[in-house]
């Protein structure tokens, strides 16, 4: 009796033991495997196919939209009178006309990270151009136009922080916040420009003014460009390759040697050629609204992938609950969020009436319409609605594929039908983007929350 | 050893009893008028506010702009405050379905605008010269294809309903501007007879006798029924309110019911006569009733609360969420759709700056849902919630229209009752639902 209770009392630690240390095994291989195959990689054939695997697996990145540019760029060559859509000036409009959408998609993914949704950006965008256009006006303010600039964005940072802050704080939906505010900043927007006849403009003559007016419209020298491409390459290439043999010293994960050149090598190809393009054209020069955007891009790349505020941005994304207990200050990172996701937004609205040839009306921009069209570039590009994936890069090619697909149906000259395919092709391929991410990632172990 | 158990689980089954007496509101459990009035104050104190907020803040805009201008309660005013707010009640009534199941339609607002072009479209005598009610019918089944498939995508695609009518909204304003052709379309008030039916839906009305009439038929027919079915209860050992309270709820209806009529039945023209009903109340009445029945009286009424609640649960107890889902949005398309007939009696000439202008509505009608005190998480929330926000909408446009203010205050104005909406439904539920 005594001795069978004893083998059952010894017999229950055991098993379980068992049961813990194979529980212990199945974690590590799960971590394991949670760690994408392609940054273990140590050799460039490792690498190709580890990257193949991943695409395969349904975590397909970027390349759905690259695939979607280089399938629009085709089909509209092909298709409009003359194969008049790849030339260069053509191509240079074409990113002109991106523009805004670009950078407020970059805005929008910030909050989308998140989790959270902010509809404003397009009204708030608006209402950061026009002061700044306000404040650059001759006679009166006549600030320079670098404080006009700073004045714009500290404004719009000051609405984005009273947003995230109703919205963390309050923890009232940002669905609804940011509602709020987009019909609040267009009523102020529409006071700003003087009612609903205003008008503000700026002018290439006046050089203070100018500096605003060339922001997309403006051309930098042709040798400036060679020469700051050189530059640029140098110093991105240098970055990389110390950055990489550092942590190859240090005995870190490192990507192989000749991934890096490749990559370099690859970014010198798409500069020359970039800047070669902006050589074609009628008025040579590079437009400065490329490197304003490149800048951009870097910034919010640097930001959401190399600091600990990025870090904590795909963490609240990924998981509130997680993120607070290890000790995240949520409302903290939420406020900062929204103010600079207006932040951007308000340097979009610059960059917009500069595009627009210095002019700011009511009629420049629905509101309304930009920020549906920032959040289909965002979800084009293969930012996740529901938070925690995505990166900056997706609102720039997302921006460039929506300003691509309106551009070609107004070059076709299909008369009454080109309105309205305006309207058709972004939604369709919205709808498209959203069913290749649902349909891929389906039975995908990892991603976006499980949905009944 | 059985002993033991009877014991353990014996006062388990009064505590059961007991939490399942304190959940219910007391108001449901009244016998009798004081104790229903009782439970009513106290259900308002506990949080669950229902109307009120928004009935008080009726109350707020009306005595704000009566003071600012003593136009706005003539009767004349508030019969033009109701045909402007009836396209946000009824927008703001198709909304209600998809966040009632959590999820969001952000294309009602071009639903509207494509069923207003078809409509138009049809009637016309140089066109296809359809008689007015197979335009409206044509008009509707396409919206119901619309949300059935919008429906479809999200609920067996499962893709997310804010992206998918998202881009339905924008494939939708390339379709309306497509069916539009030309640059307009009108509805005019001339000889054909087609056209003069769509254009007095929103401008038409009863004459005053009818107007009564009609009202004594209804409260006729609704009193009684109401009567009859609390009777019903009472009889078969059901609870039920006691029979004062019925008695009391069917007088204020038919008192209310009086004076609507008798404000309508004022001469409202500034040269000639224009008095009676106009159509547009009994229209966004009988679709007020019918979603009402639907949502609170069958079982796919209770089974879009229960997926809006909790969808897992749900799931569990056997719910067809994918159906319920698509139906859904079916249904918010068509109240856009009814919405849109509206639309184009109202504008008479459609545009292709009214079709881009119609995607503002939707926000319009999200503001008016939520300020009327639907809830945006899903699972809770009433038809009626949508024609009271409308109304608040409504009577904010008008109001500063009147008092001389520009298009951009309204638009603030009416932001800000959002704001302050939305923290309200938030601090009044504060604790009723953890978000990190």
Request: aromatic share 8%.
């Amino acid at each position: 009796m005594a001795l069978t209770e004893n083998d059952a009392l010894t017999a229950v630690p055991e098993a379980e033991l068992a049961e813990v240390q194979a529980d212990l095994t199945a974690a590590r291989g799960s971590a394991l495997a949670d760690v994408p195959a392609d940054v273990l990689a140590q050799t460039l054939g490792q690498y190709l196919r580890a990257s193949w695997q991943r695409i395969r697996s349904g975590d397909s990145g970027i390349l759905p939209v690259l695939l979607g540019l280089a399938l629009v760029a085709i089909v509209f060559e092909v298709i409009t009178p003359e194969n008049a859509y790849l030339r260069p000036s053509n191509l240079i409009y074409i990113f002109g006309l991106s523009t805004v959408y670009m950078v407020l998609a970059m805005a929008e993914t910030v909050v989308l990270l998140l989790g959270e949704i902010d509809l404003s950006i397009g009204a708030v965008a608006l209402m950061g151009g026009a002061i700044a256009f306000k404040l650059v006006q001759h006679p009166k303010p006549d600030l320079p136009w670098w404080l006009a600039i700073l004045i714009s964005l500290v404004c719009c940072g000051l609405i984005g922080t009273l947003q995230g802050t109703l919205v963390s704080r309050l923890k009232i939906p940002s669905f609804v916040v940011t509602l709020g505010g987009y019909l609040l900043f267009t009523g102020i927007l529409i006071i700003i420009l003087g009612g609903a006849d205003g008008f503000v403009s700026v002018s290439s003559t006046i050089p203070n003014q100018a500096v605003i007016f060339n922001l997309v419209q403006g051309d930098i020298d042709q040798t400036v460009s060679w020469v700051g491409l050189a530059v640029l390459i140098v110093i991105a290439g240098a970055v990389m390759w110390l950055r990489n043999a550092a942590r190859r010293r240090s005995g870190l994960v490192a990507p192989p040697a000749s991934l890096v050149a490749i990559r370099i090598v690859l970014l010198a190809v798409v500069g020359v050629v970039v800047v070669f393009i902006c050589s074609q054209t009628f008025t040579p020069g590079v437009p400065e609204v490329i490197p304003i955007v490149l800048a951009i891009l870097l910034l919010w790349t640097m930001g959401l992938q190399r600091t600990r505020f990025g870090r904590y941005i795909y963490a609240i994304g990924g998981n509130p609950e997680a993120a607070r207990r290890a000790g995240v200050n949520l409302a903290l990172v939420r406020t900062a969020a929204f103010a600079l996701c207006s932040v951007t937004a308000g340097f979009g609205g610059i960059l917009l009436g500069s595009f627009f040839f210095g002019q700011y009306s009511t009629n420049t921009a629905d509101p309304g319409q930009v920020v549906l069209y920032a959040v289909a570039a965002a979800v084009i590009g293969g930012t996740s609605l529901f938070g925690g994936r995505g990166k900056a890069i997706h609102g720039v090619l997302g921006g460039l594929l929506i300003g691509g697909i309106a551009y070609g149906v107004s070059l076709l000259q299909l008369g009454q039908l080109s309105t309205p395919l305006t309207y058709i092709l972004p939604g369709a391929v919205l709808l498209l983007a959203v069913l290749v991410d649902v349909l891929s990632r389906r039975g995908a172990r990892t991603g976006s929350v499980s949905r009944v | 050893m059985s002993e033991a158990t009877s014991v353990e689980t014996a006062p388990e089954t009064p505590a059961s009893e007991v939490a399942a007496v304190a959940e219910m509101p007391p108001a449901i459990l009244a016998r009798t008028l004081g104790d229903y009035v009782r439970g009513s104050v106290a259900r308002v104190r506990g949080g669950d506010s229902g109307v009120l907020p928004v009935l008080l803040g009726l109350i707020v805009v009306a005595v704000a702009f009566q003071i600012a201008n003593g136009k706005f309660l003539s009767p004349q005013n508030l019969v033009n405050l109701f045909e402007q707010s009836s396209i946000y009640m009824l927008l703001a009534m198709a909304e209600i379905f998809a966040l009632l199941l959590g999820e969001i339609d952000l294309s009602v607002g071009l639903v509207m605008a494509l069923s207003a072009v078809i409509t138009a479209e049809l009637v016309q005598p140089s066109g296809s010269n359809l008689p007015w009610w197979a335009a409206i019918l044509v008009a509707l089944l396409i919206c119901c294809a619309i949300g059935a498939i919008q429906g479809t995508m999200v609920a067996r695609l499962k893709m997310p309903s804010f992206i998918v009518t998202l881009g339905g909204l924008l494939v939708l304003e390339g379709v309306a501007i497509i069916v539009l052709g030309g640059t307009l379309v009108g509805i005019g008030n001339s000889q054909f007879n087609n056209e003069v039916v769509i254009y007095n839906i929103y401008l038409g009305h009863f004459s005053p006798l009818l107007s009564w009439i009609f009202l004594a038929v209804v409260a006729v027919l609704a009193g009684g029924a109401v009567w009859a079915a609390d009777a019903r209860r009472r009889r078969s050992g059901l609870v039920a309110p006691p029979a004062s309270v019925t008695a009391l709820k069917i007088l204020v209806a038919a008192v209310a019911g009086v004076v609507v009529v008798a404000v309508c039945n004022v001469n409202r023209a500034h040269v000639g006569t224009i008095n009676g009903l106009p159509y547009i109340i009994p229209i966004v009445g009988v679709v007020l009733v019918a979603w009402t029945i639907l949502l609170q009286r069958t079982r796919f009424g209770r089974y879009v609360y229960a997926i809006g609640g909790n969808p897992e649960a749900a799931r569990r107890a056997g719910v067809e969420l994918r159906r319920v889902r698509t139906w859904g949005f079916v249904l918010a398309s068509l109240t856009a759709g009814i919405a849109g007939v509206l639309f184009a009696s109202w504008q008479v000439t459609l545009t292709t700056n009214i079709i881009k202008d119609a995607n503002s509505y939707v926000l319009l009608a999200v503001a008016a849902a939520v300020i009327g005190g639907t809830s945006l998480f899903g699972g809770r929330g009433k038809t009626i919630h949508g024609v009271l926000g409308g109304l608040v909408i409504g009577g904010i446009y008008n109001g500063l229209y009147l008092i001389g203010v520009s298009a951009e205050w309204i638009d603030i104005a009416v932001a800000l009752v959002l704001l302050s909406a939305g923290t309200i439904d938030v601090l009044s539920r504060r604790g009723a639902q953890g978000r990190v």
